[in-house]
């Protein structure tokens, strides 16, 4: 809890030093109220689907980007997000079982774009970004012993964007995006497991996409499309000190985080300041 707070702490000095900065740097600060459509599916090829998660998630964010036509355009943007969906599984001895996945996790994305003027205002640009995502997903059964999942994500992405004269119109963007890094705590001990060695699914690349319409200088609507690919992990082991599905209790149980896909369907309202 504590190192939580210091993390929230910091993340929002580091807002309040943006928004200090802005007239100087000639940026725009601003905020913004969404909400999504989520899916998660988990998939083994010996078993076929073992997962499907859908439900609604709502998301606030920060952002801060240099208010440039052309040239080098530096941005930040970040996000924390919640919500509740619909879990449609199976447990470890291959029964149906349907509850409820609570999500909790924030996103941190620094990007540097390289913008070209058109004629009338337009501009095009090339894009690249480096974020950071934490998220818990907590399966909730309803009888006690829910399972958590913590991941941590380094991500890139690179895409190309257009964006009609800042006062109005439409701005669209979209590219590949690819997880660096995954690693999964599982909290395993918490199954009855006497071991927690982190699962590290692979990366795979995937696609994202928005479109933004600007009512007024301060007020946007936009829509957005987001995903995420992971293979499946490398198997780690640990000492079951119960019995767990099909691993008795005292054997050496295998464990992985089987191939996943997650895509984001949403919708925002932006301001800026």
Same mark, same amino acid.
């Given at each position: 809890?504590?190192?939580?707070?210091?993390?929230?702490?910091?993340?929002?000095?580091?807002?309040?030093?943006?928004?200090?900065?802005?007239?100087?740097? !000639?940026? +725009? =600060?601003?905020? %913004? &109220? $969404?909400? *999504?459509? /989520?899916?998660?599916?988990?998939?083994?090829?010996?078993? #076929? @689907?073992?997962?499907?998660?859908?439900?609604?998630?709502?998301?606030?964010?920060?952002?801060?980007?240099?208010?440039?036509?052309?040239?080098?355009?530096?941005?930040?943007?970040?996000?924390?997000?919640?919500?509740?969906?619909?879990?449609?599984?199976?447990?470890?001895?291959?029964?149906?079982?349907?509850?409820?996945?609570?999500?909790?996790?924030?996103?941190?994305?620094?990007?540097?774009?390289?913008?070209?003027?058109?004629?009338?205002?337009? !501009?095009? +640009? =090339?894009?690249? %970004? &480096? $974020?950071? *995502?934490? /998220?818990?997903?907590?399966?909730?059964?309803?009888?006690? #012993? @829910?399972?958590?999942?913590?991941?941590?994500?380094?991500?890139?992405?690179?895409?190309?964007?257009?964006?009609?004269?800042?006062?109005?119109?439409?701005?669209?963007?979209?590219?590949?995006?690819?997880?660096?890094?995954?690693?999964?705590?599982?909290?395993?001990?918490?199954?009855?497991?006497?071991?927690?060695?982190?699962?590290?699914?692979?990366?795979?690349?995937?696609?994202?996409?928005?479109?933004?319409?600007?009512?007024?200088?301060?007020? !946007?609507?936009?829509?957005?499309?987001?995903?995420?690919?992971?293979?499946?992990?490398?198997?780690?082991?640990?000492?079951?000190?119960?019995?767990?599905?099909?691993?008795?209790?005292?054997?050496?149980?295998?464990?992985?985080?089987?191939?996943?896909?997650?895509?984001?369907?949403?919708?925002?309202?932006?301001?800026?300041?």
């Amino acid at each position: 809890m504590r190192m939580n707070l210091r993390r929230n702490a910091y993340q929002t000095l580091v807002f309040l030093f943006f928004v200090l900065q802005a007239s100087v740097l !000639r940026a +725009e =600060v601003g905020m %913004s &109220l $969404g909400v *999504e459509y /989520f899916s998660l599916g988990e998939h083994l090829q010996d078993q #076929g @689907d073992l997962v499907d998660e859908a439900g609604p998630r709502y998301m606030m964010g920060v952002h801060w980007h240099q208010d440039r036509h052309e040239g080098w355009i530096g941005r930040y943007e970040g996000e924390l997000y919640t919500g509740n969906v619909d879990y449609d599984g199976q447990t470890q001895l291959g029964e149906p079982f349907q509850a409820t996945t609570q999500y909790l996790g924030t996103s941190h994305e620094g990007s540097l774009a390289r913008a070209w003027a058109l004629q009338n205002h337009h !501009r095009i +640009e =090339v894009r690249g %970004s &480096l $974020g950071l *995502e934490w /998220f818990r997903r907590s399966i909730v059964n309803g009888g006690g #012993g @829910d399972q958590k999942e913590d991941f941590q994500i380094l991500f890139t992405r690179l895409g190309l964007g257009y964006s009609a004269p800042p006062l109005h119109g439409f701005s669209v963007d979209g590219g590949i995006k690819y997880p660096v890094r995954v690693q999964e705590n599982a909290h395993l001990e918490s199954l009855g497991l006497a071991s927690n060695p982190t699962l590290r699914p692979k990366g795979r690349m995937s696609l994202y996409a928005s479109m933004e319409y600007r009512f007024y200088r301060e007020l !946007r609507l936009r829509l957005y499309y987001d995903s995420y690919r992971f293979d499946t992990s490398d198997a780690v082991t640990a000492l079951a000190e119960t019995t767990i599905g099909t691993c008795t209790a005292g054997s050496l149980c295998s464990i992985i985080q089987p191939e996943t896909r997650i895509d984001r369907l949403g919708i925002a309202l932006r301001t800026a300041f």
